[in-house]
């Protein structure tokens, strides 16, 4: 096991069970060495709390790591920002690309979304809530990058990307016909079949239009942040599901990259080759794949 000297796990107690369970059990030795890897190339850019946080909140400070290191890996320069404003960033065509990471979990209340049944009861997946932590999240690095930009740690010449992780949102990697993480920003609904009256085929298909989505205290919430002035300093938003245990053979392969556009300063798919991007054209959602 490592120590607080030689990897990214360390002793003392922690409320984190997935912390808990990958430091100290015997058959996560593979999964200990690739956060440890992760870990030593990251180090130089972790504030010195980082170690110490990632005890309770290890799903984000891994997901802060992953998405680093596979920037790094591809080339990237990355610079740190410090204890405040979004993590690090990175120039492309000599703008700096600022990134913040956020890995939001079910949530509370009544609109949280409920964890998995192991009864064979079949359930309803719930779509709306599983939206709102995706709303949720935005809202909350708005504010903090509002912050940010009143410091003067970014600026508006700047671009932003947002990297979301669902893996502590159930269902909420799967999506239904359309990702649903980009159904949280873009206003697509249900997907709709239209049929033929006398044969019964399908003729077309189609997304219906969906801007808000409610919650449970009345109060409705926009779906359509990536056509509202208030959130053109997004970039794009990055996603993935990934965790420790659950990762693909090569690092940054599970990524998937939504584009604001309205967005005050896009980013260039070209820049993320090996990623897929989905890029809103013509009213549709298009998917580039990457170019490997």
Request: net charge negative; hydrophobic share 40%.
């Amino acid at each position: 096991m490592s120590t607080a000297n030689e990897g990214f796990f360390i002793q003392g107690e922690s409320s984190n069970l997935g912390y808990l369970n990958i430091r100290d059990s015997p058959h996560h030795k593979d999964t200990r060495q690739f956060v440890d890897s992760l870990w030593a190339k990251y180090k130089p850019l972790a504030d010195v709390h980082f170690l110490e946080d990632a005890k309770n909140h290890f799903l984000e400070r891994f997901w802060e790591m992953y998405v680093a290191v596979t920037f790094m890996e591809r080339g990237l320069q990355l610079v740190p920002v410090g204890g405040e404003g979004p993590e690090f960033y990175f120039e492309i065509s000599q703008r700096r690309i600022f990134v913040e990471a956020i890995a939001p979990g079910p949530g509370t209340g009544l609109d949280q979304v409920p964890g998995p049944r192991y009864d064979g009861e079949a359930t309803k997946t719930p779509t709306e809530k599983i939206l709102l932590r995706f709303t949720h999240a935005l809202d909350v690095k708005r504010d903090r990058y509002l912050a940010a930009l009143e410091k003067g740690i970014v600026t508006y010449n700047d671009g932003y990307l947002l990297a979301i992780n669902s893996r502590g949102i159930h269902h909420g990697p799967i999506g239904n016909t359309m990702p649903y993480f980009a159904q949280a920003f873009l206003p697509f609904g249900p997907l709709a079949l239209a049929l033929d009256p006398i044969t019964g085929n399908i003729v077309d298909s189609f997304h219906q239009y969906r801007d808000t989505i409610p919650k449970q205290n009345g109060k409705n919430i926009s779906t359509k942040a990536f056509l509202d002035p208030k959130f053109q300093f997004v970039s794009a938003v990055l996603h993935s599901s990934v965790d420790c245990v659950n990762r693909p053979k090569e690092i940054g392969a599970d990524f998937c990259i939504l584009h604001n556009p309205s967005a005050v300063h896009d980013i260039d798919p070209l820049a993320f080759p090996w990623s897929k991007h989905l890029v809103l054209r013509d009213d549709e959602l298009v998917e580039i794949k990457p170019n490997l």
